[in-house]
């Protein structure tokens, strides 16, 4: 039996995400799911946006050449804008069995930004979420 389909995994593109992209790919691998890598640059400025949106996309590039190279179909999404917004607007269109993100490992800003959005996905989303904890 097949439980998930279509996994969505936030990526904050730190090391943290290592943890996240094996647990996920071992869950794919069972169940032959696709597996979108999200991403959400919070910038103030175009050259700032710019900058991160290129750094994201090698961050994703790189994890998604992991996941290929098991046999996993999966994509990338950079959006921008607020985190929160962003991620659940993702959720609701995008038809997703599974969230999977982490819990720990992000800079302070970061603990900030994603701690806000597990406490907003946690309360506002249907879709099982799975939070995943950094290796020790």
């Known amino acids: 039996m097949q439980v998930y389909k279509n996994i969505l995994v936030t990526m904050d593109c730190s090391p943290v995400d290592d943890a ?6 071992a869950l794919a691998l069972q169940n032959n799911a696709r597996v979108s890598l999200v991403h959400v640059v919070h910038s103030h400025t175009i050259d ?3 900058a991160l949106r290129e750094s994201a996309e090698a961050a994703l590039k790189a994890r998604q050449e992991i996941l ?11 959006r921008s ?3 929160e917004t ?12 599974l ?7 992000h800079s302070f800003i970061g603990s900030i930004l994603f ?12 879709t099982p979420l799975l939070l995943i904890g950094p290796r020790p």
């Open 20 to 25: 996240v992209i094996e647990h996920v790919s």
């Open 48 to 50: 700032q946006d710019r």
């Open 68 to 78: 290929e190279a098991q046999g996993i179909e999966a994509r990338i999404i950079i």
């Open 81 to 83: 804008g607020e985190p």
């Open 86 to 97: 962003e991620i659940l607007s993702e959720i609701e269109g995008g038809g997703y069995d």
């Open 99 to 105: 969230v999977a993100m982490a819990t720990h490992g």
């Open 115 to 126: 701690g806000s959005v597990s406490r907003t996905l946690k309360h506002r989303i249907r």
